[in-house]
Every structure is written in C-alpha cells, then in structure tokens.
C-alpha cells in the first residue's frame, strides 16, 4: 500500500506535545517516509495550528499540511483568511483547513463559547471560502458581520485550500456536508462511525473525509495494544459517544468508565476485543487491512496518530505500513 492508496491517502499526526527539538526531524522525516499528509493539532494550551503548519511547510518538499483544527470562535474570519491565503500563496497546493467548534469546556474555559456554535460555524466556513476565492465578501449574520471585504488579488493564491469541517454532532455533520469541501473526524474512528456520519454529511458534491486514528505498528500484536492503551483513557467521557455508539458497546463502555477510579484504570480495563476496535494496532499488515476497511468505508486521508514516549520511533513504525 502506497501513501496515495487506491481509494486514499495515508497521513500522520504531528503530536501536540512533541518536545520542541523534535517537531521539525519529525515532519521531515514524515515527507521522507512517503506519508501523504501531516496533520498538525491546535489544542488549547498548547501550539498554534497556524504556525506549526507555517513551520513544517517551509521545512518540508512536498507533504501536504493540514490544521485540525481552527476554533471558530477565536480568531475573526478575515483576519483568518489573510493567514490562510498567506501560506497557500507561499506554499501551493499542499495546504488543508479544519474548522471546527472547538471542544466546548476549552472554549468556556477561554470565554469564547458562542450561545449558537452551529451557527457561527456556518457563517465563518462560508465567508472564510468566499475571502480565500477572491470574491467580495458581504455578511450581516448572527457573528459574522463584513461590508463587502475583499482580499487584495496580490495575496490570492493559486490553488485554494481546501475547508473542511472538523465536527461530530449530526447537525454539525449536515453542515459540514452543506457549506464545506471536507470532513474532519476526531478518533476513533470506525467504519462503522464513518457510515454514520455520512448519512448525517449528505454532501452532493465531492467531499473529503479525514480521519485520526491511534495507531501503533508492531510486529508484536500484544505489544501494539499494549502500547495504544493509555492513549485510550479519554474515550470513556461523554463527548466520545457519538464516535463509540455505532460499535455496539458504547453503554458498557460508560459503565466501565463510571466504575473504574481513574481514566487511566478504564484504559488498562477496556476488553481487548474493544481497544482492538478503538484503535489501529498490530502488525504492518493487520494494520494496512484495518485502514484499507476504513477506504472502502468512504475515507479519503486515514490520519495515523502516533503513541508516545518516543515520537520519532513511533513514526519509523507508522511507516512499516506505506
């Protein structure tokens, strides 16, 4: 399986804590591998996605770079468009956007939670995809207000990015398929979930889907498992119901979480039937059958997420697979 597979692409995840020294060996060494896409992360707390994606462009010769994914709520939209149009312009054809709602406890913590996400959401892809075209860009809505903004022809690059939407919910997923050229999908991420959450997108044009995945690659299938694990821990909280309803066992595994002390205790207690199907683990081989399922299943970029202490040997495994 090549990185550009028959029905996809196989990209990887740039963590969002990687020490500072290693961030761009890493994003080189992803290009050199063959990986198709790097995607870079903007968690509250830690960097920037803007940046990070500035940096690993101009480091890297010809990986495509994603954001997943930009708040809405934080940054003004034509302000956002300017950065956009900047590195696209700089870097052409190898950019991708992901905006989202941002996770909402983050966002309150922050003070910019919206009283109607969904909303706001719609209002920003939209103005965000006419400034990045080249067109006036006239909105009086609920959070978007611009009088007829335009981008100077000087800064509009040649190829446009493509904007996708990083969301779960079935409205946010409607949206999506309404007013964005792609899907973001936050792990886990099944062929199941991916089934699910088309019938919500519903696009009726072409449209992208992503995905992250916990992976690790071992010849040692006991051994990637147990390496996945801890990684597993935030998949007993509320807001991974959507991703985790669609296997069957989401009500035990809300029990489980519920009885056990601590998030680290439910990932070691998670059945191993379960953790198998939560994340992308074992051999190369195993693990190229699990993402070509995930192709067929109607994804476009399978998103690996390497699982740490260390980062850079991490993706040396991720890459027995391309």
């Known amino acids: 399986m090549s990185p550009q597979a028959a029905s996809g692409t196989i990209g990887v995840l ?15 060494e992803a290009d ?4 198709g896409e790097l995607w870079v992360v903007e968690d509250l707390g830690y ?21 997943g994914l930009l708040p809405a709520a934080a940054r003004n939209v034509a302000f956002a468009a300017m950065e956009a149009a900047t590195l696209a312009q700089l870097h052409p054809g190898r950019l991708d956007l992901a905006v989202g709602h941002g996770m909402p406890d983050w966002m309150r913590s922050a003070g910019a939670w919206p009283a109607s996400p969904l909303t706001l959401l719609g209002e920003y892809i939209h103005t965000l995809k006419t400034l990045l075209a080249g067109r006036p860009a006239d909105m009086d809505g609920r959070y978007v207000r611009l009088d007829g903004l335009c981008l100077d022809p000087s800064v509009l690059p040649e190829h446009v ?27 886990p991420v099944s062929p199941e979930y991916v089934r699910h ?13 992503a995905t992250y995945n916990i992976t690790v690659v071992d010849d040692d299938p006991h051994a990637a498992l147990a390496t996945a694990r801890p990684a ?59 993402i070509q399922d995930l192709f067929t299943s109607g994804v476009t970029t399978a998103v690996l997420s390497p699982v740490g202490p260390d980062y850079r040997s991490a993706l040396a495994g991720l890459a027995k697979v391309l």
């Open 14 to 28: 740039l963590p969002r804590d990687i020490p500072h020294a290693d961030l761009i060996p890493f994003a080189q």
């Open 197 to 209: 959450a088309l019938t919500s997108i519903n696009a009726q044009r072409p449209h992208r889907i």
């Open 161 to 187: 990015p493509d904007i996708f939407a990083g969301v779960r919910g079935p409205k946010s997923l409607a949206l999506s398929g309404e007013v964005a050229d792609g899907t973001l999908l936050a792990e």
């Open 47 to 67: 960097r920037g996605g803007l940046v990070q994606a500035a940096t690993v462009l101009a480091r890297t010769r010809r990986i495509r770079v994603g954001v």
């Open 232 to 290: 597993l821990a935030p998949l007993g909280d509320p807001d991974w119901a959507p991703h985790i309803v669609p296997l069957g066992f989401h009500d035990e595994l809300a029990a489980l979480r519920r009885t056990s002390k601590s998030a680290q205790e439910f990932a070691q207690a998670i059945p191993e039937e379960w953790a198998h199907r939560l994340a992308l683990t074992g051999t190369p081989d195993h693990v190229r059958a699990r």
């Open 32 to 35: 050199d591998y063959g990986f």
